[in-house]
């Protein structure tokens, strides 16, 4: 008996400890795109590590085939990512379709107030519906899309007097659109130290998402609108108002006249190559990959300086960045909540920053020495404060599809006019709403 | 009874095994061989086929399974057949169909024909064309982008060094005129000696004496290669007509490598926008009528030009 007792209870001892163990020590997976930033959050982990005692994996995808092979991962049900560090515009998907864990009891008993985060971030990463306090992710990665230029040349004195004598005015960073339009224009095959040089990068690529957050970067500023009235799904008369046409027309122009040959394709890549190799004079971009543009030897440093997406009607910039979700088909949810607690630890997430991820949380960005951290900070923090992104309905990527589709046939494919390529993307988008019965 | 050698191995053939072992007929033996395959295909090819009809008449979407399906009758179809867009996709498939055939033939035909002859060489020269077709057509999709590049493309200085153009002056990829061009070129580059290699198995296949008394009835060169030779390379000819029209009509690598169906739509094939359809848009039902209408076509067509190539054979 007394020995039968003493076998229970050690095999009862074993299994608590084994599960004990298990519950300590779990593989982690996060998912996320491939890219700078991604390296960064890749040594910032190993903290994480150390104090929780679980192992990190990542699965960093190219930006390429990001939304695709992680959608799919989701539609499927599949549990390769405990962690994932989604595009903001899936969170009405992730949300809706049940991929992502609600977050909201998580944060009342862990302490973690979405308003120690910066408020844009918080309504476009974490929520849905959107402003709603229903939270599916913590803002983990706060981005927009800016420009950076060849500071150098800006300020040789051979450039700045033809730019002078070219146009009238000093040759600065542009204050408007039509003003980064005419200093582009000024670039555009002009011969600097022997070599052709052109106006500007910018972003075409019609597969994923390029050529519109490139041109969202001009629509935004002029003052483009999706619906007339938020939630209706009113789109005559927002998306294809007179400061809209006037806006793609600008982007079609810019992309005749300012971008080197065959950019006819061309997203993060394209723009950082057409910058690194020396053949553009401004190129746009998100500003995860700043850190690393100033820290390039060969165009960084003193010769890269940066400025936020210049305002028309008014400010306005693409946002990008993305939120850290817990998905809901992971058996290891405990430990990834945990890492989402550790994530938000203000200590934590200065490093974040100081690694070269863009933090969002109010304590690094609100810190007085904030601004003067990076040459971009003030700028991304100015960014920031004006951003606005593509619908985030769980649609999105249809919505997406028709954007891409409308824009490259009339800016590359130089097909009908911006009235009717808008036109024919509110008909798209109208479709799309019906099938989803929201009109 | 006598004895004769046909009683003899009679006797001496054992009953059929299975009949020997748990009494199964020879019937029954051939259904359980067959019977595997024959589910296999039932599974993979024909319950997925009806599936997808079945799927055509809904508003499924794949991306959310926990929504409720709509029976949409022939909604999905008569929004495709009336989707000018969708037309357009079919005419940029039109003109590569068309014209990566017509060049393939021509140009097979003729490389077939001159490696036919005997000269120094000849096996040499054979291998070197027939490279192109082994390679992968993700690799040849990103090798003939650079080839395309207008700043540093070396197709770009072979054209501008006949023209006396700028080779920056245009782009092969980006120019609405000319990507169509584009994709025709390098697919052609690429499937050429596929043609070659079966014409030249058509002209090798022509016996010898055919030519030896033709040569003896004095007829000319050109006559012996319109009255012989087309005639009798021509079944193998169409059959590589058939081949390249059916793995054209659902080119999809290639093209997307080269221009992910850009500029705008200008080479956007029915594979590509299928796909986009499918699994970008996920709109499962609206993508299954489009792949019946293709299946359709295909399948229609196919029919048609088989009837018409056994035809020729039979001649």
Redesign the interface.
Known sequence: MTYSKLTAVSALSLAAAGFGASAQAEDLTLCWAAWDPANALVELSKEFEAQSGHSMNFEFIPWPNFADRMLNELNSGGNLCDLLIGDSQWIGGGAENGHYVKLNDFFDAEGISMGDFADATVYAYSTWPKGSENYYALPAMGDANGWFYRKDWFERDDIKAAFKEATGRELAEPKTQKELLEIAQFFQEREIDGQTVYGAAIFTERGSEGITMGVTGALYPWGFKYENTPGSYDMEGAVNSPEAVEALEFYKEFYETATPPGYTNSYMGESLDAFKSGQVAMAMNWFAFFPGLYADPNTGGDKIDFFVNPPQNQAGSTLGGQGISVVAYSDKQDAALEYIKWFADPAVQQKWWDLGGYSAHNAVLESPTFKDSAPFAGDFLEAMGAVQDFWQEPAYAELLLAMQKRIHDYVVADQGTAKEALDKLIEDWTETFEDEGKL | MTETPITRAAQATPPPMARKIRGLSDRAIAWIFVGPTIFLLLAINIFPLIWTINLSFT?FR?????REVDYVGLRNYERILTDS?IWLNMQATAHFLFWTILLQVLIGFTLAYLINKKFKGNDLWTTIIVLPMMLSPAVVGNFWKFLY???IGLFNYIVAFFTGKDP??F?M??S?DLAPWSIVIVDTWMWTPFVMLICLAGLRSIPDYIYEAAEIDRASKLRQFFTLTIPMVLPFLMLAVLFRGIENFKMFDLV?QL????????TELTSINLK?EA?????TGYASAYAIILFVTVFGLASIYVKALNKVKER
């Open positions: 508003n794949a991306n959310r399974p926990n867009d590049q207008p700043q920056s002056s782009e990829l980006g609405v997307v221009t992910g169906g850009g500029p705008g739509s200008t986009r699994f970008e848009k996920w709109r």
